[in-house]
């Protein structure tokens, strides 16, 4: 973890393969919002390098300086339609992280790899410190890339990945189309899918289908960097913390499922190749209160790791420029 005591010196320090960056307060700049406004270019220079920060020391866990530093940040932040996680909406562009088992880890990922549109920056507020574990994991994807082997991207390369979803017909159920799309409109649902090259397919009860293919590697477009940015070996039932009887549950009906491009079956032993990467890569720290982690979504996966007690974290995010397309993500 490299340490930067005052944002000044950001633009002294080389590329370092440690992450995150940690950077805390000065007396010129006693929040973060005021080290954001105050050092945008060499903020920008240092999460274009690293991919990572964590603002440290700052203060106690206010939510209203959060909103200041997305504010002040981000032309434009994101809601959560189309998303695959459970959360929380705790006002206009805030939520949780995202509300899983305790007991359960969440793999390394890239924010919406598996959409048309995605969030080029993630902010990550700490609340309320887990008391046992609970850290979110990162890893530089640029490294990930590089660290697979060659015979595994090639493929993947060619034959991208197919990402599935069968959605339930209920108001209050997450897994529903209703919940995701924030919808009961059949009809906003299908311009939806539409509008961001989804397939979908309405079936028995009333229930969803949706299909997106997307390339496995992407090119980052501020430094043209290529990195490994998709979810296969998150949404493979390999993946899944309980056992999938596939006697009794058909992969084609499973609440998610990845493939690759062309309907393919995923090799499991490939998969874990890739975790095995994954895991060698992942770089910890513990949360303090008022902690605030910046990433850059194309270069940096993130994750969470099982917790114990209370843990409440914050989640923003953010488009760096206004697009034409997607409008509402996650």
Request: aromatic share 8%.
């Amino acid at each position: 973890m490299v340490i930067v005591q005052n944002a000044a010196a950001v633009k002294l320090r080389q590329v370092r393969d440690d992450i995150p960056v940690v950077i805390g307060p000065s007396a010129l700049s006693p929040t973060v919002s005021a080290v954001m406004e105050r050092y945008p270019d060499l903020i920008g220079e240092e999460l274009k390098s690293s991919g990572a920060i964590l603002f440290r020391g700052f203060g106690s866990g206010d939510v209203s300086e959060f909103k200041k530093v997305i504010q002040s940040a981000t032309p434009r932040t994101l809601e959560y339609t189309g998303g695959t996680s459970p959360r929380l909406k705790v006002e206009e562009g805030v939520f949780t992280s995202t509300e899983y088992p305790a007991q359960y880890p969440i793999a390394l990922h890239n924010e919406m790899s598996y959409h048309k549109s995605w969030p080029d920056l993630i902010y990550f507020f700490c609340v309320v410190a887990p008391e046992t574990g609970g850290e979110t994991p990162i890893a530089d994807s640029r490294r990930i890339l590089e660290a697979i082997p060659k015979e595994i991207v090639s493929e993947f390369e060619a034959r991208g990945v197919r990402y599935v979803r069968n959605l339930i017909n209920s108001r209050v159920s997450f897994g529903s189309w209703q919940k995701v799309f924030c919808t009961e409109d059949r009809s906003a649902v299908e311009e939806y899918c539409v509008s961001r090259d989804m397939e979908f397919e309405w079936r028995r009860n009333g229930t969803l289908r949706v299909s997106e293919k997307r390339p496995a590697v992407r090119v980052h477009p501020v430094s043209g960097e290529r990195v490994w940015f998709n979810q296969a070996h998150m949404w493979h039932p390999s993946n899944s913390p309980v056992r999938i009887d596939t006697d009794l549950v058909s992969e084609d009906d499973l609440p998610m499922m990845a493939t690759f491009g062309d309907g393919g079956r995923l090799d499991p032993s490939m998969l874990e190749e890739i975790r095995s990467v994954l895991r060698k890569h992942t770089r910890m720290f513990t949360w303090r209160v008022g902690d605030l982690l910046l990433l850059d979504n194309m270069l940096v996966a993130h994750g969470r790791a099982p917790f114990e007690g209370p843990r409440r974290i914050l989640v923003a995010m953010g488009k760096n420029v206004a697009d034409a397309g997607d409008a509402r993500t996650e």
